[in-house]
């Protein structure tokens, strides 16, 4: 089970969404600008409701009389509340538009939060978690706290501010009226509490299903061509059925219990209207009481349980925002597992050595149940045991190794330890003597450059994807490079050149352009040391040695790490060294230890060149 769900399974939804709102309430600071003149503001337009209740009851009791209507009476009355009124709800729209600026503001703030916290997290935790969920998290999740935001927190503080002053002032007016109102709503207190524990337990279940929603529609999109291939829409479409349903009836759910909150409210708003009438008629029969009073405090209660005829959307809405900011917050406490060193220390210029002591990794043992709870989409198989076991490995500065071995020997494992995507369990890995874990990540990113085997491109031109290395490169700079890498004449043969669009992850380029473009933006990036994570084992093998003749270009001078699939890859590097279960088996030369019987990279060679005869 995730970090992020852990909320969601552990009775903990039944928090109460006051204590949520709270704690959303400090950790974003930007809600809290400017809140005491808010509620001042709101205060002051909450005595807009006691206007029309006074001037009933002062019009009735002392403008009419027996002998006529006091015309000038009841007029002035009129201009004075007209005056008041104004001023009011100029006081409330005040207090909305500050609120709404400040929230908004906060939501801004805590949306850059969580995009920079999701891409401090690392590989690892990326893999536990569906990408459907953490894209819900930025998204619907701070949404819900938008709308809540943009209404319900007004409500909240608008409506609780009227029912206090009117309160008072039913108070003031006739306490025998005002206890009564308050004795027959009494019983409303427990009946909300009850049902926004249900209402929040819903909305948590409804927040749950739209991530495994999204998780369910994001693997549709990105594996399309796959479905297709194996003809599986049936089987993928139901299972996007499936989760589209389940948030269906959890919505249906929620719906239901806000309406039995909504009919509540209302049975209890015309019970106290009935009581307050009846008693005040018997008041009245006995003279204690006069018409206009009645009259007045009628619509006093009136104005005291009107909020009460939003409060199911209210309760509803805040609800959702509760469960919503839960799991944001939540998200937001995962501790990255790769972490910014307080002290960086800056690696030697040039061409860096590498220092593999003593390593050791392991995998998350997960279980099948806990496997289909994060979604399945994890960045490699499920391991029980270590990935990479006391490994020792030194790489000196400007040499190339390929890095050789069985599918899970650790190979990739070993590159991103080097590349600081995950740390390891034991061991130290240095660059140029300086522990990797010392080095900012700035710096990191910049002096050591992965080449993965599924190259990414952004959805933009082959121009603006090498500016993501270099911003300050211009068009004849970025022609430079590919020349440099001897791909000069491919990028100059695209009709629009450097302004070619690439599409989605560099869907309009073939498996060995998209690698080009990748290599030459690595190139721009200028790195010390280069990892290829076999970068050439998805192409044929005439684009293998156009991507091999670019690849010699840029190791030229730099440490490379080739993690090789295809042998021939191997064969060009200085030095080749073979694992196997996360450990170093051989270590040498190319041409040495093919020559060495029955060693390990000898079979893996013969193995290699039998396949490659039979294709």
């Known amino acids: 089970m995730s970090q992020i769900d852990t909320l969601t399974d552990n009775g903990d939804l039944h928090v109460p969404s006051g204590a949520v709102l709270r704690r959303a309430w400090r950790s974003v600071p930007e809600f809290q600008d400017g809140w005491k003149p808010t509620l001042a503001l709101a205060l002051v337009g909450a005595f807009g409701r006691l206007v029309v209740p006074l001037l009933l009851r002062q019009s009735i009791d002392r403008g009419f009389r027996s002998d006529g209507v006091r015309f000038g009476y009841v007029a002035t009355l009129c201009a004075i509340s007209g005056f008041g009124l104004i001023a009011t709800s100029l006081a409330t729209r005040t207090a909305v538009v500050r ?27 990326h893999g536990e978690q569906r990408r459907g969920v953490l894209v819900a998290r930025a998204t619907s999740d701070v949404e819900s706290l938008s709308e809540f935001f943009s209404w319900s927190a007004i409500a909240w503080i608008t409506n609780a501010v009227v029912m206090f002053v009117v309160g008072i002032a039913m108070m003031i007016i006739d306490w025998r009226l005002a206890l009564m109102t308050f004795v027959v709503t009494s019983p409303l207190v427990p009946f909300m509490r009850i049902m926004q524990r249900r209402l929040r337990s819903s909305h948590g ?30 089987l993928v479409g139901e299972a996007a059925v499936d989760a589209s349903d389940r948030r269906r009836s959890a919505n249906v759910k929620a719906g239901i219990q806000s309406a039995i909150l909504g009919v509540g ?98 995998y998350p043992i997960r279980s099948a149940e806990s496997t289909a709870q994060a979604g399945g989409d994890l960045p490699d198989p499920p391991r029980t045991g270590f990935s990479i076991d006391n490994l020792n490995l030194s790489v000196v500065a400007g040499s190339t190794i390929a890095i050789v071995g069985a599918t899970g020997s650790g190979k990739s494992t070993l590159a991103r330890l080097l590349v600081r995507t ?13 522990d990797v874990s010392s080095v900012s990540f700035e710096e990191l990113r910049r002096r050591v450059q ?12 082959i ?6 290395a270099d911003p300050a490169l211009d068009d004849t700079g970025k022609l430079a490079l590919f020349d440099e890498l001897g791909i000069g004449d491919w990028i100059r043969a695209l009709p629009s050149g450097l302004a070619t669009n690439v599409g989605e992850r560099g869907a309009l380029l073939s498996a060995g352009e998209r690698q080009l473009v990748v290599l030459a933006r690595t190139r721009a990036c200028n ?42 890859t191997a064969a060009r590097a200085d030095r080749v060294v073979v694992m196997e279960a996360g450990a170093i088996v051989e270590d040498g030369a190319p041409g040495e230890l093919v020559g060495r019987p029955d060693g390990h990279y000898a079979r893996l060679w013969s193995a290699w060149q039998t396949a490659s005869r039979s294709e």
């Open 422 to 434: 995950a740390d390891p369990d034991d061991g130290t890995v240095r660059l140029g003597g300086i």
């Open 205 to 234: 279940e409804v927040r749950e299903h739209v991530g495994d929603y999204l998780g369910q529609v994001s693997e549709l999109i990105g594996g399309a061509s796959l479905i297709r291939a194996y003809q599986a829409e049936g």
């Open 463 to 468: 121009g603006a994807n090498l500016s993501l």
């Open 450 to 461: 992965l080449v993965p085997q599924d190259p990414f491109l952004f959805d933009t031109t």
């Open 99 to 125: 609120l709404g600026t400040t929230s908004e503001r906060g939501l801004a703030v805590l949306r850059e939060r969580i995009v920079r916290h999701i891409l401090d997290l690392s590989l690892q935790q």
């Open 265 to 362: 409210n209302q049975v209890f708003e015309v019970a106290a209207v009935i009581t307050v009438l009846l008693l005040g008629l018997r008041l009245g029969e006995r003279g204690s009481l006069s018409a206009g009073t009645l009259i007045g405090f009628v619509f006093l209660v009136s104005r005291f349980l009107e909020p009460l005829g939003e409060l199911s959307e209210v309760v509803d809405q805040t609800q959702r925002a509760a469960a919503g900011i839960t799991r944001v917050l939540d998200l937001l406490d995962m501790r990255a597992e790769v972490q910014e060193p307080d002290r960086p220390l800056p690696l030697p210029s040039g061409s860096l050595s590498i220092e593999f002591e003593h390593l050791s990794f392991r």
């Open 527 to 568: 790195p010390s040391i280069l990892v290829l994570d076999e970068a050439t084992s998805s192409v044929d093998a005439t684009t293998e040695a156009r991507l091999a003749e670019t690849i010699m270009h840029l190791a030229s001078g730099r440490t490379t790490i080739v993690i090789a699939h295809r042998l021939t």
